[in-house]
């Protein structure tokens, strides 16, 4: 198991932007999968950006393509999500996952057996 923590989140106006950090407490993080999905209100979680284990392979859902860029430092244990040119519709609750020796597509389409972060909140005004 792993415990991740969010952090990063605020209030920014459109067009700006934002860092998002998840730090993860396992001294095996080198060999998890990670991704950023993000629920807004009333709306189902949706997939962000993920990155394999070693940060070689990285995919993005279509709507941050460009603005977006998933990184990861296994040294730290770490994982960030680069996030430019905020729009109003890119407000919600981000949160960081997680799944031991798993590949993109199974981290992406079988979230349910993700392990997950609380969030972190992320408010774009117009």
């Known amino acids: 198991q792993v415990q991740l923590v969010e952090s990063g989140g605020g209030l920014v106006q459109a067009g700006g932007s934002l860092r998002l950090s998840c730090a993860a407490s396992t001294l095996g993080f080198g060999s998890y999968a990670m991704a950023w999905f993000r629920q807004a209100p009333g709306k189902e979680r949706e997939f962000v950006a993920a990155v394999s284990w070693k940060g070689g392979a990285t995919r993005y859902a279509d709507f941050v393509k460009g603005r977006f860029t998933i990184s990861r430092d296994n040294v730290r244990a770490a994982l960030y999500l680069q996030m430019n040119n905020l729009k109003p519709k890119d407000t919600a609750v981000y949160f960081c996952?997680?799944?031991?020796?798993?590949?993109?597509?199974?981290?992406?389409?079988?979230?349910?057996?993700?392990?997950w972060g609380q969030g972190t909140q992320v408010t774009v005004s117009a």
């Open positions: 996952a997680a799944r031991d020796r798993a590949t993109i597509p199974s981290v992406v389409d079988d979230p349910d057996l993700n392990e």
